[in-house]
């Protein structure tokens, strides 16, 4: 069996930008960090020339706005996959429960609960971590930063611990810092996260040879009570998952399609100045104080702001599947998050599936006895390559409008596979989705079809 379409992106080896100060904050808009008071959603207000001559509402009028609290999902029911799928369509956020083997490389950088005392500031074993990751370098950002020109430094996560988490300093937070970027990060943290029960096999981890086989989005973050990150929504099309691993975290959501009601940024979601963005009161709003042990799912797009309300020390990691396919392909088309190589993931996850499934196939030619039992996780292989197959398809039609976001794409350290020249891209894309066909059909006949 040959494959006519171009072996997988050369630039696999390659490194890629990490999270620039332009980044992932990039879209971050302006709120401030301030009382806990929550507000409850009331009757709308009044048109602006109305509130003038009545002058300022009382905030009686305005009851109290309460944001919303996030749907709990256990990972441990058999409901739970198609809870999640509606809950990601409809773009609301999720708490999941009941994950094993999340964040496993952390497992040993905090003590052992003592009895059945539960607390969300489990004591962190310093000495391991710095052990693991001491010598890495890491960004820091001040807590008071404005979003237009965060003051950033990079130390390492040894000084970070000694000049400001041994002490109390709530003055820096080490911000989002990607470890698959260093080989030390990879050796240490990757491949040590099992994947959610609840979504579909992620797409991303086939991007970089370097990591292969895990995604490199993914970052820690570590600081102390008051540390926090302003609103804003990540840019890339990517779902975002979080989680705790000592410490309490107060996370803001604002649905993803809300944008208005946030009036550019200028609404602090905590403390709303209904007279000036009354529209906010009509924002799908939510509020999660993260602790360990749960994960905070967010559907790509979703404005979350972070507080951290003790010493906290978190891990973030992004997804992609067929479910966010489609903001994915709306990000690669816009062009809004250069870092991410939208045409290079697509491209490297459709190879690796296609020599799963291959092998799958030689398998069964060799041993048709064992056509009755494929594996297993052949059935969400099948699911993504179908998915990117249709992904593909809308891909190559995008093609024209796709050439100016190439170009930002290409300025960063990783070079596009198959976006260099326009008709040899379209070219090599159809080819790939002859392949996928190719090998679906293959797959078909190799083994019982009622298994796709
Ligand atoms: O934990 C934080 O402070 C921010 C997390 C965040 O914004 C993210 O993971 O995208
Ligand atoms: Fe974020």
Sequence with gaps: RSRSSPSPSPTCTSDFPGPASGGRMASAARASRGASASHEKASPPSPPALQASLGP?????????????????????????????????????????????????????????????????????????????????????????????????????????????????????????????????????????KP????????????????????????????????????????????????????????????????????????????????????FAFARVWRHVLVPGEVLYLPEGTYHECHNLSPCLSYSRFHLDELNLTGFLRSCNDGDAPEVSHEEILWNAAHDLIRQVDAVIDQEQCNPASSEQPPDSLDGTLQSLV??????????????PLSVATDARTSGAATTCAATNDAWAADSWKLLVKDIDLCLEEITEAIAPARL
């Design 196 to 279: 959610l029960p609840v979504v579909g096999q992620d797409l991303t981890r086939h991007w970089l040879d370097k990591c292969r086989g895990d995604t490199p989005f993914q970052y820690l973050f570590f600081g102390h009570a008051g540390t926090c990150t302003k609103l804003h929504r990540d840019t890339g099309g990517l779902d975002i998952t979080m989680a705790s691993i000592t410490g309490a975290k107060e996370c803001i959501l604002v649905h993803r399609d809300d944008s208005p009601c946030l009036y550019r940024g200028n609404v602090e979601p905590k403390r709303p100045d209904l007279d000036r963005y009354p529209l």
């Design 57 to 193: 509402m009382p905030a009686l009028l305005y009851g109290e706005l309460k944001p919303d609290q996030v749907p709990r999902v256990d990972c441990s029911d058999p409901q739970a996959p198609e809870l999640m799928r509606a809950l990601r369509l409809s773009g609301t956020p999720a708490i999941l429960v009941n994950v094993e083997g999340w964040a496993e490389f952390a497992e040993d950088w905090v003590e052992p609960e003592a009895g059945n005392q539960s607390s969300p500031e489990r004591p962190l074993r310093l000495a391991k971590i710095l052990e693991d990751i001491g010598d890495e370098e890491v960004p820091l950002v001040r807590q008071d930063y404005d979003v237009t020109r965060p003051v950033r430094h990079v130390t390492t996560v040894r000084e970070f611990v000694d000049k400001a988490w041994s002490v109390g300093d709530s003055t820096w937070y080490m911000h989002q810092w990607q470890f698959p970027l260093s080989e030390r990060g990879i050796k240490t943290l990757c491949h040590r996260c």
């Design 387 to 400: 998915a990117l197959r249709h992904a593909m398809h809308s891909f190559k039609d995008m093609r024209g």
